[in-house]
């Protein structure tokens, strides 16, 4: 699946970078907050940690039809999610390389919808030198939606700024780890899962 997703991102560039693309290259910047709740631990029960921050994406977008293109974001940037306070058990979560691809919906002159499918790369770290993780999942993925208003540029080099807000939803994950804190190890498996809600000005140029 992540060489696909990539083979298909790759090629939504390739094609709006083409002369006569009949599409947009741009990039978009505002705070996203990406959060993960553990939900399932038979030893310590839930827990939540999240990450807010600015952050910058680029992105490009190929006419289909009038109403509907086809579209590719990269976010060159990293962010870690963390339940630290929570139990000496947990771990936290790097997530980076963070792709989409998706499917914009013209609504009117001014407004759109968008749908599309994430996907980041994922490394898991223990929180204590006590704890070693046995197993975790190498990547997150799953579905996004989004709504956005889009206006005629007031920068002379520029076609289009946009205001838009969007949620993911990247399922869920399990990991394993061994503690030897109480002097014995002890194997325990928690479960979570992550989403992240987005709210960006972005600016494009079109082709």
Known sequence: MKKILSIIFSSIFLM??????????????GVGELDGDRTEDGKFGTAS?????????????????????????????DAIIDTKSATSADSHAKISDHKTIYVLASIGDMFYAKAGYSH??????A????TAVTDAPDDISGPMVGIGAQIESPIPFL???????????????TIDSTSTGSGESDADTRSGEAEQITFTIGIAKSF
């Open 49 to 77: 940690g999240s990450v807010s921050s600015e952050y910058a994406a680029i992105f490009a977008e190929f006419e289909v039809t009038d109403m509907f293109s086809v579209g590719a974001e990269l976010i060159p940037m």
């Open 127 to 130: 929180n204590y030198a006590n």
């Open 159 to 173: 076609d289009v700024v946009r205001l838009e807000a969007t949620y993911a939803d990247y399922g869920k994950m």
């Open 120 to 125: 980041a790369d994922a490394s898991v770290t």
């Open 16 to 29: 709006t970078s083409a002369a006569n693309a009949g599409g947009m290259i741009g990039v978009k910047a």
